[in-house]
DNA sequence: TCGATTTGACCAAA
DNA sequence: TTTGGTCAAATCGA
């Protein structure tokens, strides 16, 4: 039984990815009437309650999980989190109510766009060890990887996640994150509607917030997403849904 | 002046 | 040798 509603799963995977695929082609397309961008919207939230669904069998009311472990020796474990915008407009500073200070930009093979590296701002005063890696998808302009490693240890962090609106997972600075109105951020980063222009993600969420046209997905697993790193088009095929305060401390173990 | 970003170089793992 | 991750100098903006 368990095998069946994994495959089911696989396979709402899988059309959960096209789904987001035509929404955000559509999106781009300024042509596109408004019941085809309707429509589209409404397809990929149907899927996304049927991948749900499919994946209740083990988790009560959502898949989720954060067990991640990369596949390359380097990356120990890390938590993985999809964060899509509503609109090109959207690309705003995205503020979980720490601060990451970008450290690198690399072009990885296989990728269409560049992936950033943050660190936490406070990684030399207080020994912060949370960096975070942040991915533009290949299918989907919207749609950004973001793969946290290393637990937030300093006090910014404890007092974020003190606050009333953000829920755990302390271990990785996750929060909940609105993307639609952005909050004023550390740092005024725009976000070009250049796609090549790698995204400077300052802050960016992880403990999913779905507003009416963006979502965000934790999947724990191999992080490291070849070939443009949409999560739903990965080989591991694990998504995790959001669980506000799943996140478990100890899957930190580097 | 200080802090953040950019970007080429360097290093380690595969 | 290739590739990913990090460092650090140069640069920019408040």
Not at 32 to 42: D, M, V, Y
Request: a negative charge; charged letters at 15%.
């Amino acid at each position: 039984m368990e095998g069946t509603t994994a495959t089911l799963a696989s396979e709402l995977d899988g059309l959960l990815a096209m789904a987001r695929e035509l929404e955000a082609r559509v999106d781009g397309d300024q042509g596109a009437p408004g019941a085809a961008r309707e429509l589209c919207a409404e397809l990929a939230a149907s899927v996304d309650r049927a991948v749900r669904l499919a994946g209740s069998g083990g988790n009560a009311g959502g898949r989720a999980c954060v067990n991640g472990r990369l596949r390359s020796g380097r990356n120990a474990a890390a938590v993985r989190a999809q964060v899509r915008v509503a609109s090109m407009h959207d690309l705003g500073p995205l503020d979980d109510g720490l601060s990451w200070r970008k450290y690198g930009q690399k072009d990885i093979l296989g990728a269409t766009y560049p992936r950033a590296y943050f660190r936490c701002t406070h990684r030399h005063s207080q020994g912060c060890q949370a960096t975070k890696q942040v991915q533009r998808a290949h299918a989907d302009p919207l749609l950004f990887d973001v793969v946290y490693h290393g637990a937030h240890t300093c006090a910014q962090a404890a007092a974020a996640l003190a606050g009333p609106e953000h829920q755990p997972p302390a271990a990785f600075g996750l929060e909940q994150q609105q993307q639609s109105s952005p909050p004023a951020a550390p740092q005024g980063i725009q976000w070009p509607a250049e796609p090549m222009t790698p995204p400077s993600f300052p802050s960016s969420p992880a403990g999913c917030y779905t507003p009416a046209s963006s979502w965000c997905q934790l999947t724990g697993g191999y992080g490291y997403a070849a070939g443009g790193g949409l999560g739903a088009d990965m080989e591991f095929d694990e998504l995790f849904w959001n669980t506000p305060g799943f996140f478990e401390p100890e899957v930190q173990n580097l």
